[in-house]
């Protein structure tokens, strides 16, 4: 299954946490001996696509179709559509293919991770930041011994439709709680999942030089150049609220982002609403 991240968004979520809020595979999906091969499919509303802290000033509503092939050894095929909520503009601006591995090192699945590669078809005009994506390599790892909290830490590396290509570290810390569990199975119920998420990566920077005698001279444009630097890029707070009833979910996760060395001021808002359902 796949749960709404913040990447990055999506990520997350993963997903894709969607939260580069990003999209990611949720590790801890009950698996039926008697089924080798699962569908899970789904629809999120995001307020707001982010990457890694970043937004962009002409970013609209998107709502995301999700379907998901997933198998019992840990193999998953995700695709996901994005058509942005622009009022009279509204439109279809792409679709992305993931596939990817979730493993774990214990038979609890308390130590573990996924592997996934994304490729990006969405139009160079689209309103959306990951217009200026072509794929993207992910890796995580997430360790979460006796259920206390659960640390993740993940890796991606951006591969932009021009220009330098990025990298993309986030840390973060979340911990399920269930308020109310019922069932035969005890996994139908209420609970939430408070999460906090630290970005870090490279950024691509413009500096105008406007200080040179020459140029004031005579009369030339300021020179601009463009530096890249690994610097913090963004604290992310969540708290998602899951109803669980047999194989559907319902979604709700309001986020506070910060952003640091973005060339954006203060923090901001934004949410993700949906569902999901897993056959």
């Given at each position: 299954m796949l749960k709404p991240k913040l990447i990055l968004v999506l990520l997350a979520l993963p997903f894709l946490s969607m939260g580069q809020q990003q999209l990611k595979p949720d590790t801890a999906v009950k698996k039926q001996a008697a089924k080798s091969l699962f569908v899970n499919t789904g629809l999120i509303y995001l307020s707001d696509l982010t990457y890694a802290g970043r937004k962009d000033p002409g970013s609209v509503p998107v709502l995301l179709p999700t379907v998901s092939l997933i198998s019992a050894k840990g193999f998953f095929l995700s695709g996901i559509g994005y058509f942005d909520l622009n009022g009279s503009h509204s439109k279809t601006e792409g679709v992305s293919?993931?596939?990817?591995?979730?493993?774990?090192?214990?038979?609890?699945?308390?130590?573990g991770g996924a592997i996934s590669a994304t490729k990006y078809f969405i139009t160079d005009n689209s309103p959306i930041i990951l217009s200026t994506f072509n794929a993207?390599?992910?890796?995580?790892?997430?360790?979460?011994?006796?259920?206390?909290?659960?640390?993740?830490?993940?890796?991606?590396?951006?591969?932009?439709?021009?220009?330098?290509?990025?990298?993309?570290?986030?840390?973060?810390?979340?911990?399920?709680?269930?308020?109310?569990?019922?069932?035969?199975?005890?996994?139908?119920?209420?609970k939430i999942i408070p999460d906090l998420m630290l970005y870090a990566g490279t950024q691509s920077f413009s500096q105008t030089d406007s200080t040179s005698v020459v140029g004031q001279v005579l009369g030339t444009q300021p020179r601009v150049t463009t530096t890249r630097k690994y610097e913090l890029l963004a604290l992310s707070g969540s708290m998602q609220f899951i109803y669980a009833i047999k194989t559907w979910q319902l979604n709700f996760t309001p986020y506070v982002i910060q952003p640091y060395n973005t060339g954006q001021n203060g923090s901001y808002f934004l949410f993700t609403v949906g569902f999901n359902v897993t056959f």
């Open positions: 293919f993931t596939p990817g591995y979730v493993f774990s090192f214990d038979k609890k699945k308390e130590y993207t390599i992910d890796g995580q790892l997430h360790f979460n011994p006796q259920d206390i909290v659960k640390l993740t830490v993940a890796a991606s590396y951006r591969i932009g439709k021009q220009g330098p290509n990025d990298i993309i570290n986030d840390a973060e810390l979340s911990k399920e709680i269930w308020l109310v569990k019922s069932g035969k199975d005890a996994r139908n119920g209420f």
